[in-house]
């Protein structure tokens, strides 16, 4: 079992895997950001990416986020854990403080968030972005591996970026009530799920974004917040990987059966070769 982990290049950095190598993956839908990292935690196989690049040079929008679905899908991954910078869209949850969420509310506008079309169609279940068996156990890794503040549950707003909100834009997100607000859980939780992949994110507050009176939103200050939520997102995802249950408890591993809405024989060949790693047991 390979345990995937897509982050920022500094958690990477803090984690400490052994025996590790690098893999030059192709896939169908370009190059990932970087090559896989491969190496060992506590027994544990865990493939890495980092989400921009190794010197965050891909903005939220054009990240390529399918290739690095595919690339962890094509080195045997299962289940991915991955971490997120956010804002606070609530007074008591302050920067600093740890959220595990369990729903999306998807404001991109340019990003493409399925491997299929181009000859082929299917219609996936979303109702519920987040494993929740992945969830569960991303917040009791939370509540063991920490001290810092942690929350279970909430809706993670993904915006497009890369600019941060307008004061109105930020009022209304609030006003829904919303927990926090970033910019990159969406396509990776869409094409996680269409790769029958586990996933589920624990995100580290580095704002208030701008509702708050005399919040301003600097990149300094996310840099400066991130740096302090790295340690406690780094012992939350070592504990999670070091206390992986063997068994999947979650119907993410067929999450494509009965959602095929094109006959096999419709399907353009180069169609089928493309995404034959996520439909291809289907298709037979």
Known sequence: MTIGFIGGSGIYEALPLENTREENVSTPFGEPSAPVTIGELAGEEVAFLPRHGPDHQHTPTNAPYKAN?????????????????????????????????????????????????????????????????????????????????????????????????????????????????????????????????????????TDYDVWKEDSEVTLQEVLDNAAENEEAIKQVVEHAIQNMPDERECDCGSALEGTINTPTEAIPEETRERVDAFVGEYLK
């Open 69 to 205: 679905i595919h690339a962890l899908k094509q080195v045997g991954v299962e289940r991915v854990l991955s971490s997120n910078a956010v804002g606070s869209l609530r007074e008591d949850l302050p920067p600093q403080t740890l959220l595990v969420p369990d729903q999306i509310f998807d404001r991109t506008k340019h990003r493409d968030s399925t491997f299929f079309g181009d000859g082929i169609v299917v219609h996936m279940p979303f109702a519920d972005p987040y494993c929740p068996h992945m969830v569960e156990h991303l917040s009791e890794s939370c509540e063991t591996a920490t001290d810092a503040d942690a929350e279970q549950g909430g809706t993670y707003v993904c915006i497009e970026g890369p600019q941060y909100s307008t004061r109105a834009e930020s009022e209304f997100y609030r006003s829904q009530g919303w927990d926090v607000i970033g910019m990159t859980t969406i396509p990776e939780a869409k094409l996680a799920r269409e790769a029958e992949m586990c996933y589920a994110t624990v995100t580290g507050v």
